[in-house]
């Protein structure tokens, strides 16, 4: 399918009580430290089913390292994260010890929370539709039809049916982001997890990565999404958060985050990229 790269949709499901209902993910007073250097302050954030999340801020304030303590793939220090109320990562056992919870547990979760990289992170041996079924096949739930039935269906769903006997060097880099999102859906996780996906891609391809979000956003796919894209931000999130040295330092519907923000850093740090 042809992508209209021209213009980012608003979704039209967006709610008049936005930020309440089911919470997937929990993080409670979260701390993490690189060394002698907190990153993490005490970060607490709710994300509820169906919502679009955007987590913006200046660099190095913490965005990518929280974002990847939603699925563990960061330790954390102190505090919690909670993917439907389980702990993702680290628990507090009945005797009061923090400790990490087992491999089981941690890869049941996984399961359910996608990530889209930065860096794509394809197999690079692999084409396009064994990136797509590799996690399926893993998982060994589905027959080998259902399974490329499924991927080539998330294939189209990103435009990207028709390169689907291409290895990854041959595809540019919006289209490579693209299959990893495919990738990521695959696997039909309950909520997305996406970090600056589209940082790492020349200008003229990040509108293609944007509108295929802008969809599953419209689809009611739950997504948080660390970004530098200040108009996907304000179009398509529900809910914006800000963070700044390691704190949320503001949070509300993006409306009122970017219309209308109660705080000096938030007004400074938009004044400066919008
Ligand atoms: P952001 O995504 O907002 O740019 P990051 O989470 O990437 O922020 O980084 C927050 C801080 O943590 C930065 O000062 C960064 O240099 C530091 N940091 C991130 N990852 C590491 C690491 N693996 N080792 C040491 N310091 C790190």
Redesign the pocket.
């Known amino acids: 399918a042809a992508l209209n790269t021209d213009v980012i949709p608003v979704p039209s499901r967006r709610s008049a009580t936005p930020h309440t209902g089911e919470v997937v993910l929990q993080v409670n007073d979260e701390r993490k430290s690189?060394?002698t250097?907190e990153?993490l302050k005490g970060v607490d954030l709710k994300v509820h089913k169906g919502e679009v999340v955007a987590v913006i801020?200046?660099?190095?304030?913490?965005?990518?390292?929280?974002i990847r303590t939603l699925n563990a793939m960061e330790s954390i220090d102190s505090g919690q994260v909670l993917y439907r109320g389980q702990p993702v990562g680290y628990k507090t056992t009945s005797s009061g010890e923090y400790k990490t919870v087992s491999d089981k547990e941690l890869a049941r979760t996984r399961e359910r929370i996608g990530m889209v990289f930065q860096q794509f992170n394809l197999f690079p041996h692999m084409t396009v539709l064994e990136n797509i079924t590799f996690a399926p096949k893993y998982q060994g739930k589905q027959t080998s039809d259902a399974m490329k039935k499924n991927a080539l269906d998330q294939l189209r769903k990103v435009g990207m049916e028709s390169h689907k006997d291409k290895y990854p060097h041959q595809l540019s880099g919006g289209q490579q982001q693209r299959v990893a999102i495919a990738r990521a859906l695959a696997v039909s996780p309950d909520v997305m997890l996406f970090d600056e996906p589209t940082s790492a891609l020349d200008p003229e391809l990040v509108d293609e990565v944007l509108q295929v979000m802008s969809e599953l956003a419209a689809e009611g796919l739950t997504m948080v999404v660390?970004t530098h894209e200040m108009r996907f931000a304000r179009e398509v999130a529900d809910w914006v958060v800000f963070?700044d040295k390691g704190v949320v330092v503001e949070e509300g519907p993006a409306t009122q985050v970017f219309d209308n923000p109660k705080h000096e850093r938030t007004k400074r740090f938009l004044t400066r990229v919008m």
């Open positions: 690189f060394g250097t990153v801020g200046p660099s190095g304030s913490g965005k990518t390292t929280m660390v963070m």
